[in-house]
């Protein structure tokens, strides 16, 4: 098992990670001297029917009561982070409570049980602990690190939220086993951007292994998914609040990402992970344009690892026009000013203001399909 710490003071946890570490996740609470003994799993059917029973039977072995909060089923994960879906879960919440029982929320499940329950963490009593057992790949390597909780409402994605960190994060990699393959090519993209902005030895690894080579290797997913998470552990400890401009980094590929998917009408034509790999190439091209990157052979190695990882190189399906309005909507331009993440060389981005839009009109027509 490997640990990675995210220090913020009195807020501080710690990441582990290892293959099988589910069974003794009881042990671990009872080493963070955790005083409470009611465990509210939150989780969906999806992953209930192979995951649940090894936490729970885990919990209970150590004296821990639990009980489990399942989202009603529906066509979209996603739906789950609704107003609807979070009053249900804080009324179960206030149940537990109200027999007189000290309640923590465990997160069983990918980003969207994730964000749900660490927002309703945050807001019950004024914060009740929680603790993240990511199951897909993004969620160990991305939302179940750095706090960020959030709802969506009917008028946009994300607009309920809070900074809240958990207690703990448990990533146990035996979970992905069950994961649907395209959900673990959508997990590497986010992987092939924290090789882009800050481990180039991670990079390389990717690049070697590729998709299958890492999913079959245990002790290499381990360690890939180690590395991702003390990249985002340490962005997260630099601007834990991302008021410092620190945490921008992680949007790379997010930019164009983001606009091709609101583009596609959050369909399920791209995945989130699959948008961001053509927004990554979007952004070399600008940053080739405008002069920020040095190392010119890395656009092809990008493309070529993408490959590997069965991520597209191309859009179709949405117009040039469609992306440049999405794109002038994108919460991450300031007062109506755009903001890119460019890569500069293998593990070093840079970040640009106000690219002119003819450079990203021509780098969205290089990725057109
Ligand atoms: N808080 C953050 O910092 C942050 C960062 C990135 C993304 N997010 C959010 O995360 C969400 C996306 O998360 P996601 O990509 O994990 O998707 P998800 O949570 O919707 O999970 C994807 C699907 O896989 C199923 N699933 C999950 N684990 C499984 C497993 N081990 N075996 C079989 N099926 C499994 C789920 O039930 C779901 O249907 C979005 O809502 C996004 O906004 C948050
Ligand atoms: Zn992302």
Not at 30 to 50: D, G
Request: glycine residues 8%.
């Amino acid at each position: 098992m490997k640990s990675v710490r995210v220090s913020l003071r009195e807020k501080s946890y710690e990441i582990l990670v290892g293959r099988g570490i589910l069974r003794d996740a009881a042990s671990y609470l009872k080493k963070k001297n955790f005083e409470r003994r009611h465990a509210l799993i939150v989780t969906q059917k999806e992953v209930a029917v192979h995951h649940e029973g090894a936490l729970r039977q885990s919990l209970s072995r150590h004296g821990f009561e639990t009980r489990l909060f399942l989202t009603p089923n529906a066509k979209s994960s996603e739906s789950a982070k609704s107003p609807a879906v979070y009053w249900r879960l804080i009324r179960d919440l206030a149940a537990c409570d109200g027999e007189g029982k000290s309640v923590f929320l465990v997160a069983l499940g990918g980003g969207v049980i994730g964000d749900l329950t660490g927002f309703a963490a945050s807001v019950y009593r004024r914060g009740i602990p929680y603790v993240q057992v990511p199951t897909t790949l993004t969620a160990q390597v991305d939302s179940a690190i750095g706090g960020k909780t959030a709802l969506d409402l009917p008028e946009g994605k994300n607009l309920l939220g809070t900074i809240y960190q958990p207690a703990l994060v448990l990533c146990d990699t035996q979970l992905l086993s069950t994961l649907p393959d395209r959900h673990w090519s959508d997990g590497f993209a986010e992987v092939i951007k924290y090789g882009l902005i800050g481990d180039a030895a991670l990079f390389a690894i990717l690049e070697k292994h590729g998709k299958e080579g890492i999913r079959s290797d245990a002790s290499l997913l381990e360690k890939v998914v180690c590395r991702s998470a003390a990249i985002k552990a340490k962005v997260v400890e630099k601007d834990e609040f991302d008021k410092k401009g620190v945490r921008i980094v992680l949007n790379l590929g997010h930019t164009a990402g983001h606009a091709l998917e609101a583009a596609t009408r959050f369909s399920n034509r791209y995945t989130h992970g699959e948008a961001i790999a053509i927004g990554m190439l979007v952004a070399c091209q600008i940053s080739r344009r405008l002069g920020c990157l040095k190392d010119t052979a890395l656009p092809e190695r990008l493309e070529k690892t993408l490959l590997k990882f069965e991520l597209p190189l191309f859009y179709k399906g949405c117009s040039l026009e469609s992306l440049l309005k999405a794109i002038g909507y994108d919460k991450k331009s300031v007062g109506g000013r755009n903001r890119f993440v460019l890569p500069v060389s293998m593990g070093r981005v840079t970040v640009v203001r106000d690219v002119p839009d003819e450079v990203i009109k021509e780098a969205l027509e290089k990725r057109r399909g």
